[in-house]
């Protein structure tokens, strides 16, 4: 009977079942954030585009030039940056007086700007100035010749006007 109890407590002991670990609920994968700017489709930049030119025609008109200057105005939609770029560049031939002007075309808030004399070969007092990225500093840049900025407007400028592919 001993042998008996014995064989009862051990097949007792091992049919009990295991304890059971708390189900862990499956990982839900979480979906990617979109990005921050979705580039436009080509119908969008061709409109904005468009409008980017409306825009820096309304420009032109409402910035007065003097007499015996010639302006020329061009206009730049940056997909990359969603910005309208206007270029406003006066020049009066006869004073031999020269700017060259960078606007935001939906604010119409001048970036950065260059005025220059004299001729091409001895120019002389050339200044430029950007007015964003905290006023960087382009006076500080004098050189001999009198170029003050102008180098460096000149590249910001061309930067922003640079045609994306």
Not at 26 to 49: D, G, I, K, Q, S
Request: glycine share 6%.
């Amino acid at each position: 009977m001993k042998k008996f109890a014995m064989i009862a407590i051990l097949v007792l002991a091992g049919c009990n079942k295991p304890q059971s670990q708390p189900v862990q609920p499956a990982a839900v994968p979480t979906p990617p954030l979109p990005p921050l700017f979705t580039p436009p489709t080509a119908t969008e930049v061709f409109n904005l585009r468009t409008k980017c030119t409306q825009l820096a025609q309304e420009l032109d008109k409402r910035l007065p030039y003097g007499r015996n200057w010639h302006r020329d105005t061009v206009s730049n939609y940056s997909a990359r940056s969603n910005r309208c770029y206007v270029e406003l560049t006066d020049s009066n031939e006869s004073a031999k007086e020269y700017t060259r002007d960078l606007y935001d075309g939906q604010t119409r808030d001048l970036l950065a700007s260059t005025k220059t004399h004299g001729d091409p070969c001895c120019r002389h007092n050339s200044v430029g100035m950007i007015f964003i990225d905290n006023n960087l500093d382009t006076v500080g840049d004098c050189k001999d010749g009198g170029d003050c900025g102008y180098a460096k407007v000149n590249d910001f400028i061309d930067q922003k006007m640079k045609r994306e592919e």
